[in-house]
């Protein structure tokens, strides 16, 4: 149920619902005081038509206010206050028949106009003003006159500013171009003048002219015009007038002008010095190493092209390759004033050619003259250029140390000076290739180790080669073919059945170990051994009489799995030794397969790697080693495991 009975409220006449505001009671106010959007719609209602609706109790429409403005303030304002934009009259409505029921009665006009003027002034009221009477035709017209009025005095304001603005963009126009028009005047007097000088020029300068012209006359105008008319020296190419005036004047100087002949070019190296600083610069120099087209080529680099080229050309006929200091002389003088690419073209097309010719004929074995005298002047200035020469020249080298012998020490003499011109890798392998075989075969077969009776003359042709050849190969020659069968002496000299005399010992360990560098001596391969040998003396000083360290000896002396046949107990090299040593030195298979070719009559020499393993060729055949076996090359390219006869055999 409810707490109390539901209440009503009468409505004040026959509107519609709402119509007369809003409906609820008071107690129904004060039990849900919550704001009535019904109320807040009635209240902005009644506001909205107070308006346009006379409120209840006035006596009529309000007097209107009237503001007046000067022409002064209309102009500083810029804009009309009734905001209306009255250009022209407007045209008259057309006749339109309009029912009036906003009053108590109905009534019909003719136009809005007469219902404006009829909501303006309702009938029955009585005129506001002056008692002229009511004109409203008279008002309207006034009002369009003074917003006509207002609208022309705007415009002419606009326009009389519009006129102000184009005075003074004129009169900055006027003052643009009369400056202008200065410039303009002073580029004509200039451009007058440097043309009376051309006119001069070239009127100076053809063949009949009274009064000729001279060169230092050519290079005092040319200079007044790079200095005084620098503008149009540059704009106009005014450069391009040295080829039909300056061009045969300078030809004629160098008439008979031959430059690798004359000791002394320093006339006509200042001339083009001269030249140089009138007709190159930065606009048309050629850094380029490359031949331009005719076309392309700056003025400057035509002058030494079709001035200087010709009488170079003639000179180079008869210039000698083994005579390179009056060429070398003569280009590094020009060189600074050489375009880049006339002194690339000079030694790619003049000089490489003409040394390539002479290497081809040079002979290290016949010719007197060393070839790096006449070669090496070149490496500064040709530098990479020189590279194709190289390998003709190993080749020529090579050839010629195959019978060389390494008691001639004018080998290292002509080597030594391609240290540091040929490339390190290359070097090194025409020294392997070339040269160890030979300090192989002369530590091999020329060098007897005999304490009683020591002769190193073969050990130092040996050693003097240790500054060219690489560390590494060199201290694996020593080790294999020097230190193994000193050692093997000198643990047989340390037999107690010997009666070694220490002392002796001692001074001959040392003599021999002052024959080694130091950094020679620090290698693993050569420290190795004479660690040992110290051990070794170390040992027998200690014990006399006792045997020599087992492990010293094995070092020295390794044994290997393969029995080598007794023939071999007679060769030459083990005669020797055992001779100085009173002992049989052991040898490894490969020095085995060494002695029998050559006693064959056959080469032995190393040759390349391949596969970790060193090649060396024996005669026809290539061949390596490993774990005491033999395997050469056959048809086919693979490796074979042979004996030793069919070596013999397949590599006579």
Known sequence: GINRPIEVKLRGGRGALAFYGAERTKQSVQDYPTVDSDEEEEKKFKEDLQQWRATEGSSGKQKPRYKYRTADEVLASGVKVTGKRVAAPKKRDVAVKVVDMTGPEQKTYVGYDSIHSRHSHPDGQPLV??????????????????????????????????????????????????????????????????????????????PNSADPLTLDECASTFYRLKSRFAHEYVIHGLARLAVPVVFPLIKDSLTGWLPLMQSNSTSHFNLFSQWRDLLDDSLSSNLSTRVPSESDMPIYD???????????????????????????????QWSAILPPWILSHVLDAWVSPRLQTEVEKWSPTTDSQPIDSWLHPWLLMMGHRLEPL?????????????????????????????????SQGSMDAFLIRCILPKLVVCLQSRLVINPADQDITPFQWVMAWRSLIPLNHFADMMDKYFLRPWMSVLMQWLQPANNPNYEEVIRWFSGW??????????????????????????????????????????????????????????????????????????????????????????????????????????????????????????PGGTFQPVSLEQLLSMAA
């Open 129 to 206: 003003g002056d008692g002229i009477g009511f004109l409203p035709e008279l008002l309207h017209n006034v009002e369009l006159l003074a917003d006509q009025a207002e609208s022309e005095l705007l415009h002419l304001d606009r326009q009389l500013q519009h006129e102000r603005n184009r005075l003074v963009n004129l009169a900055h126009e006027r003052e643009t171009l009369s400056r202008t028009l200065e410039e303009e005047r002073r580029e004509l007097d200039r451009v007058s003048e440097v043309k009376g000088m051309l006119v001069q020029l070239t009127e100076r300068s053809q």
């Open 390 to 422: 190289y390998p003709p020249v190993r080749h020529r080298l090579a050839a010629a140390l195959s019978k060389w012998d390494p008691s001639d020490s004018s080998a290292k003499a002509i080597i030594s000076p391609w240290v540091g011109v040929f």
């Open 513 to 634: 170990k002052e024959q080694f560098d130091q950094e020679l001596l620090d290698h693993p391969q050569v420290a190795g051994h004479f660690s040992r040998a110290v051990e070794v003396m170390h040992h027998m000083v200690s014990h006399p009489g006792s045997a020599a360290p087992a492990a010293a000896a094995t070092a020295a002396a390794p044994s290997y799995s393969q029995q080598i046949p007794d023939e071999l107990a007679s060769l030459q090299a083990r005669q020797r030794i055992a001779a100085a040593a009173n002992v049989a030195p052991v040898l490894d298979f490969k020095e085995v397969v060494q002695r029998r070719t050559r006693d064959a009559g056959l080469s032995f020499l190393p040759d390349r790697m391949h596969d970790s393993h060193m090649l060396y060729r024996v005669g026809r055949c290539s061949v390596y080693f490993s774990h005491n076996v033999i395997f050469c090359r056959v």
């Open 302 to 332: 035509r002058l030494f092209w079709e001035i200087w080229m010709p009488p170079f050309r003639t000179s180079m006929t008869n210039w000698s390759p083994r005579s390179p200091h009056t060429l070398l002389t003569f280009l590094e």
